[in-house]
């Protein structure tokens, strides 16, 4: 180790890159705040102990590649350096730095200065950004080199260096999972730069500056063995944000390139799986950063590519990472040598150039019986070609792992496809995403094939799930294992259906003397037993949104003109409902008392928690909205200020619509609604009730049957 040395000293005549190997950059807010909070909180006098800087130097035959940092190392005498632990600390720096030159240029003193009259204390803008952040090449001012970058190759070099650093005429920037990192971490040094600007003056912007380029001190430590990077990387960069696995099976992977021998691997053959190994993390960064809103999480991908590529076990915990980087992925692999003879004279010529070969004793190549040649070649258990194919399908498999999550306006899909993936978003597709994933890998799978399987992946969640209350994990180890089966073309579309098929046998029987099948709603029945004695009944079923949404869409497709949105259907604000009791939880309107007098309490209690009496709205109310009479909620209400403060079922979606036909609201509407809602929910799923008596079982109903209580008077 070197004595302690501040940033000001490490940004000293040396440039700096992040490796292909690296990760990109991982810090979220929660690092940054306790960054920021180091750098306020720490007295002008002190010192504080940021950790270890491991740097690699870059050798010539690299760096000389380097259009834009070339001249700096060769005229000034720079020294270029990769850096293999503290690029996240080193990246946070950077980046406040910039964060805060645009703050010194945007104070209304300086707006028509130039970079060189602008001052922080006794540091000019011009002389802080060529110190830490970018220098122009003389005379002609065209090149400009950035002290601290990525290698050109990676997608957050581009990003960095236009994004961040402002560098005009950027074209298109591909973004990532890591440049979304980047951007927040610019965004909140600014924001907190300005408030403590507005709030404590420039004098302590400049004592911020201080404390960050000379206060903060390194344990700077210069690797000098290739070997030891690999191994560092892996090590080291646990310290900090621990690495995903991801970022782990990365930097192996390129580690694994430079074991194998010249025999095997020659130099071309290595730097074109090595850049096949970053273009491929490029594309899975890519995907799983795209939507800016809801980035994906890289090791869920890298579990379900497991899943789909090599195997499933019912271990627990990290069995898959294990398994990549402890027994595929190893050096162990590479050195472990398996014999393989070639027989065939083509075979012979065209390895017996660079391959080792045994002969026998006399020297001679070892022959068979009819006296052609025989040659025994050793090679890597693990061969270079493996590593290739798969990390080729980790890239192919990122671009549909990102579709899976992201179907609706997706040019990928078809409209159908799209519309059915959506559909298991919306019911919960628990297991079930590797297998559509590696649909859309097989050359042998058309969409036609895939729209079946995703029908029938979708009515086995609703009838096996949210009907008929199988535990979560059920048959999960069957169906990862299809996945693989399904991209090694060892298994069907149609086998697959079939065993969805058969894994539902346990939700139907079949009554003596009888051909039909129906459904047997005992699991169900008993669950919304348990949701009625703890409150709420079918409200609280967790395929309740799931069928009401799917029966609005139904009658969207008959008459057009969609008006539920499925994010706020779902949405459960504390003060809204995007669910309606029709009839009430509290019906102290006088409306209610007559509609539903001469019944029990725990009669009421079933009538207000049954499925006929839901009704999902177009747009969330105020629950305190919900009690109005059901005359009242047909119509929009208005305050005194003639504003209205809720919509209609007259106005609403095509259930409001169907709801407010009613002329009534009572018992029989609740009854016949409910019907009406598993009369569709047979059609829908392709099941059938044994009769209207098993019908009013489910609905908790049966007493008004019993009890004759209610007249015909519903109208529609």
């Not at 930097?251 to 090595?274: G, V």
């Not at 090679?379 to 990390?391: A, D, F, H, M, T």
């Not at 036909?661 to 009369?679: A, F, Q, T």
Request: proline share 3%; glycine share 4%; charged share 30%.
């Amino acid at each position: 180790m070197n004595e302690l040395e501040s940033l000001k000293s490490i940004f000293k005549d040396r440039i700096f890159k992040i490796p292909d190997y690296q990760r990109g950059y991982a810090w979220s807010t929660k690092q940054l705040k306790d960054f920021w909070e180091d750098v306020i909180n720490l007295p002008i006098d002190r010192y504080h102990y940021t950790g270890v800087l491991s740097l690699k130097k870059v050798e010539k035959h690299i760096w000389s590649q380097w259009n834009d940092e070339r001249w700096l190392i060769e005229d000034r005498g720079y020294k270029p350096f990769h850096i293999v632990d503290g690029q996240q600390r080193l990246t946070t720096f950077v980046v406040f730095i910039q964060a805060l030159t645009e703050i010194l240029r945007d104070i209304v003193e300086n707006e028509d200065k130039e970079d060189d009259e602008i001052y922080l204390g006794s540091f000019s803008l011009k002389s802080i950004k060529e110190e830490y952040l970018m220098i122009e090449k003389p005379p002609q001012f065209i090149i400009k080199t950035y002290k601290f970058s990525y290698e050109v190759d990676n997608p957050s070099f581009k990003f960095l260096k236009h994004k961040i650093f402002e560098e005009p005429n950027s074209g298109t920037i591909q973004e990532t999972f890591y440049t979304l990192n980047l951007e927040n971490s610019k965004n909140f040094f600014k924001e907190n730069l300005l408030n403590f600007y507005e709030k404590n003056g420039l004098k302590e912007i400049e004592q911020l500056f201080k404390k960050l380029t000379q206060n903060l001190k390194f344990n700077v430590y210069e690797i000098s063995d290739d070997f030891d990077v690999f191994v560092a990387f892996e090590t080291m960069n646990n310290r900090g944000k621990k690495l995903s696995n991801l970022e782990l099976l990365k930097n192996r992977l390129i580690y694994l390139t430079t074991l194998y021998d010249e025999n095997e691997l020659k130099n071309d053959e290595r730097n074109s799986l090595r850049e096949k190994i970053n273009d491929s993390w490029k594309e899975i960064y890519f995907q799983l950063g795209r939507n800016k809103q809801n980035p994906l999480n890289d090791d869920d991908f890298l579990v379900a590519h497991w899943i789909m590529y090599f195997q499933y076990t019912r271990e627990k915990g990290d069995d898959y990472i294990r398994f990549l980087l402890e027994e595929k992925f190893t050096p162990q692999n590479i050195y472990a040598k398996t014999e393989i003879k070639l027989n065939s004279i083509q075979e012979v010529q065209e390895i017996k150039e660079f391959e080792e070969f045994d002969n026998d004793d006399d020297g001679n190549s070892n022959g068979n019986s009819n006296g052609d040649e025989k040659l025994i070649v050793f090679r890597s258990k693990l061969s270079p070609k493996e590593i290739e194919e798969y990390v080729n399908s980790l890239k192919s498999a990122a671009v549909h792992w990102y579709n899976t999550f992201n179907p609706i306006n997706n040019s990928d899909l078809t409209s159908l496809e799209s519309r059915l993936i959506d559909r298991l978003n919306r019911i919960g597709i628990i297991y079930f995403r590797p297998l559509v994933t590696v649909s859309f890998l097989s050359p042998y799978i058309n969409s036609d094939d895939r729209i079946k399987l995703f029908i029938a992946i979708e009515r086995f969640i609703f009838i096996t799930f949210r009907l008929s209350r199988a535990f979560s994990t059920y048959r999960n180890s069957e169906f990862y294992r299809a996945a693989k089966q399904l991209r090694n073309d060892e298994i069907s579309i149609d086998d697959i259906i079939e065993n969805l098929e058969d894994r539902m046998d346990y939700c139907f029987n079949m009554p003596e003397n009888s051909k039909e099948r129906f459904f047997d709603h005992t699991y169900f029945q008993k669950f919304i037993e348990k949701k009625f004695k703890n409150g709420g009944g079918f409200y609280n079923w967790n395929g309740l949104r799931y069928l009401l949404y799917e029966y609005e869409m139904d009658k969207v497709q008959q008459r057009g003109s969609q008006k539920i949105d499925w994010k706020l259907f779902v949405k459960g604000d504390k003060d809204k409902v995007s669910i309606e009791h029709i009839y009430p939880q509290t019906p102290d309107n006088d409306y209610w008392l007559d509609q539903f007098k001469g019944y029990t309490k725990n009669e009421l209690n079933f009538l207000q928690g049954s499925l006929g009496n839901l009704l999902p709205l177009s747009q969330s109310i105020n629950s305190s909205l919900q009690n109005d009479s059901f005359p009242d909620k047909k119509r929009p209400k208005y305050n005194e200020k003639n504003e209205r403060i809720r919509q209609g079922f007259l106005d609403g979606s095509h259930s409001e619509i169907e709801v407010a036909n009613y002329e009534v609201w009572n018992p029989k509407s609740i009854l016949d609604r409910g019907h009406k809602l598993l009369n569709f929910l047979e059609k829908r799923w392709n099941l059938k009730f044994k009769n209207d008596d098993s019908k009013n079982e489910l609905l908790f109903l049966v007493f008004m049957e019993e009890n004759n209580k209610i007249e015909d008077n519903v109208i529609e």
